[in-house]
């Protein structure tokens, strides 16, 4: 789907407080209020816009530690059968295929250390799993929002902002 300046315009300010009126929005980008709607409605429809969620730190909800995984399977494991298993453990945030020596890259949260280790003995075990590297995330350098801009479409720019302390 190919998005004008206004779509942009307004995932971008949905993007930064998807709690916004339209009418708000509208102000923001030079719409009226139904005219807003109905590009959301649109955005909606075709898939541009999947929802509306609130951005959780995830240490307020206990998960205080990080850890990304590396997965090497056996054989020719497909990447569904990996998604489907990995899919049963909660701690795990997100799972991607990627190039290299690994087969895929697991971003794990967890309460501490310990709970780490007990997560990733668990994906161990499953049947196709013939081994996994480990790194825990020691700090945050850059957290990048989604930005919408015409010359770089869905990347943030690394600024002061950006980076965290």
């Given at each position: ?104 890259l697991?971003?794990i ?57």
């Amino acid at each position: 789907m190919e998005l004008d300046r206004l779509d942009r315009d307004i995932i971008g300010a949905l993007v930064e407080d998807a709690r916004a009126t339209y009418a708000e929005i509208g102000q923001r980008v030079g719409l009226s209020a139904s005219a807003v709607k109905r590009r959301v409605d649109r955005l909606r429809e075709t898939g541009a816009i999947t929802g509306f969620t609130a951005r959780v730190e995830p240490a307020a909800l206990g998960w205080t530690t990080e850890a990304y995984v590396e997965l090497y399977c056996a054989g020719k494991t497909s990447p569904s059968e990996i998604g489907v298993a990995i899919g049963r453990h909660p701690e795990v945030v997100s799972a991607c295929t990627i190039t290299g020596e690994a087969d895929a890259l697991l971003h794990i949260r967890a309460t501490d250390v310990r709970h780490v280790e007990r997560v990733i003995e668990r994906i161990a075990a499953e049947p196709f799993v013939v081994r996994t590297k480990s790194s825990i995330v020691l700090s945050r350098l850059i957290e990048a929002p989604l930005v919408t801009s015409r010359s770089e479409p869905f990347i943030a720019p690394h600024n002061e902002s950006t980076f965290l302390a």
